[in-house]
């Protein structure tokens, strides 16, 4: 599994657009890029997962370059309540058994 | 609503005692997992199962084991309690083989006096 870089903590400020940054310099060409947010004392929950250049859902849109070596969570004005820790995960879609390897994350702390 | 639930939020038990952390979730998911999540470590994976009665040693398997009799249940057992296990247990689940959406419990707090 390829192993991922992320910043250890982050602050911004109500409204502001959040971009966190996950290296993957070991990508695989069949991984997937998947990103869990967990809140204080609560498990994690998916938010978002792509291949290849963009995706975008409700909550986030997930950049990923043509060398698929980074990937860039983006948070469109966040609120107090996007508080959370963001991790960045990758591996294979399919094809097998999959561990899911969780690193230490990004805490993300938005103030007023 | 899809579900993972376990079964204490929190415990609190004596040094040297066999623990039992129960899971169970409700989508039919092949893939069990177990975490610990501890300050400024993120979540390391412990234990997870693929099927009834399978099971591999994820990154920190010392000192704890599994049991997985059906596949709705996934019990993660603490052979003899130790103050360094007092942390935070995550139960999670999705299908087999894909890397597809997991899902969570709400976590149990253990702390080991």
Redesign the interface.
């Known amino acids: 599994l390829a192993k991922t870089t992320q910043p250890i903590s982050m602050d911004s400020y109500e409204g502001q657009e959040v971009n966190i940054t996950c290296s993957h310099n070991n990508i695989a060409t069949n991984d997937y890029i998947t990103w869990y947010q967990q809140f204080p004392s609560q498990g994690p929950r998916f938010i978002i997962q792509g291949y290849k250049t963009k995706v975008t859902n409700e909550v986030a849109s997930l950049f990923i370059p043509a060398d698929r070596k980074s990937s860039t969570l983006s948070l469109p004005r966040v609120s107090l309540s996007d508080t959370a820790v963001y991790y960045c995960l990758v591996g294979p879609f399919s094809g097998g058994y999959n561990k899911l390897i969780f690193g230490a994350g990004t805490r993300l702390a938005v103030h007023p | 609503d899809v579900k993972?639930t376990q079964s204490s939020r929190y415990l609190v038990k004596r040094t040297g005692e066999k623990v039992f952390l129960e899971c169970v979730q409700d989508m039919d998911h092949e893939?069990m997992?177990w975490?610990r999540q501890d300050p400024?470590?993120?979540?390391?994976?412990i234990y997870?199962s693929?099927d009834v009665k399978m099971k591999?040693k994820?990154?920190i398997p010392e000192g704890y084991s599994v049991s997985r009799e059906k596949k709705e249940r996934f019990s993660l057992i603490l052979e003899s309690a130790s103050t360094n296990q007092t942390s935070m247990y995550?139960?999670?689940s999705?299908i087999?083989?894909?890397?597809?959406?997991?899902?969570?419990?709400?976590?149990t707090r253990l702390t080991v006096v």
């Open positions: 993972v893939n997992f975490y400024g470590l993120g979540l390391r994976l997870f693929y591999e994820g990154d995550l139960c999670a999705n087999q083989g894909m890397n597809t959406e997991a899902f969570f419990g709400q976590g």
